[in-house]
Each structure stands twice: as C-alpha cells, then as structure tokens.
C-alpha cells in the first residue's frame, strides 16, 4: 500500500512567503485515502515552513531530519537544507525515501529533492508534487498580474490546479512567514 501526498505551491511577493498544500492523500492511482491531510507544517519555532509531496510516511521523516539540521545549524534555512540532501542522497536509509519538500523562512525559500538538489527559485515562485506544474502556471500567472498577497496567490494556484489535476483537492492549508 503506498500513499503519496500531492501539491505543494510557495509563493513569495512582497517580503512575505507562503506554502500552501492540499490535502489530498491517493491510495496508488485510482483510490482516495484521505481528503483533510495537513503536507504544510512549521518547524524551528515557527520561523520556517514546510510542505510536501510523496510519500507521506517519508516526508515526516524528513520533516523531522531537518528540524534537526535546522537546530544544528541555528536555523540557517541553506545550510539546514544543503546537509539534510546530502544526508538523504548519501545515507543508504534516507536514500530510499520517495518524497521533495518546499521550505522557507522569511528571507528564502528552497526546494529539496533526494537526489541532492537544493533550489532557490528565480521568481519566487515554486511548486512540486503531482498538480505542482498546474499550481506553478497559475501562481506564476497571479504574481505576475494581480496585486494579490503571497498566501492569496498560493491558495487560489492550488484551487486552479484542483480544477485540472486529480490528484489535488480543495482541502488547502497555508502558512505564511
């Protein structure tokens, strides 16, 4: 039984960020297994937000690895998450898991991947998970031509991609740093 999370979308504008996640939780390809999951959470006392998609189990995992880093690190958000991917891709555990993750603090906002990427978008605006290329058009497409704010911008991509993708709900929570 595999269940894997879907869309995350981060969206900074303003000198604010938002992520923003459904809550949808698929059963394989054909099967929802939950509709009110939280992929968004806060780590390191608030000041940094998280959100995942892909295997749920794993991403808790690694929620919980890098609220490590975060600590060993004094909440240096770069350096928290260049050691977490070095971890993920080098030990032979953390390498097996399925799972990208968006986190931000109010100066940056990254994406991890396990196969060692940490990326800064260049225009503020990233996405990941099954509808994350819908989320990512559409919230490109709010920040560019509208005065909305960051967790505007982030809630209403995920609804548009809701509207296409089936992997993605309308069950949305979003935190703002």
């Known amino acids: 039984m595999k269940l894997m999370g ?8 303003n000198g604010r960020c938002a992520i923003a996640g459904d809550g949808q939780v698929t ?15 806060r780590l390191f006392g ?14 808790f995992t690694l929620c919980d690895r890098f609220e490590e880093k975060l600590k060993q690190y004094g909440g240096n958000l770069e350096r928290a998450a260049v050691e977490l991917t070095q971890d993920w891709r080098d030990d032979k555990a953390l390498r097996k898991l399925e799972a990208m993750m968006i986190a931000a603090n109010a100066d940056e906002m990254l994406i991890l991947s ?5 990326l800064a978008p260049d225009d503020g605006v ?4 099954s509808g994350g ?5 559409a919230a490109r497409a709010l920040a560019l031509h509208t005065d909305m704010p960051a967790n505007q911008i982030a809630e209403e991509a995920l609804h548009i991609a809701a ?8 069950n949305i929570n979003v935190l703002e740093v």
């Open 133 to 137: 290329n819908f989320a990512l058009a």
């Open 126 to 129: 990233c996405a990941i998970g």
């Open 163 to 170: 509207s296409i993708c089936v992997y993605t709900n309308n």
């Open 46 to 59: 608030g000041k940094v937000a998280v959100g995942f998609a892909g295997s749920v189990a794993d991403a």
């Open 6 to 13: 879907t869309t995350i979308v981060g969206v900074r504008k």
């Open 114 to 118: 396990g196969t060692g990427e940490v």
């Open 27 to 41: 059963l394989g390809e054909t099967t929802i297994f939950k509709a009110g999951a939280v992929k968004v959470r």
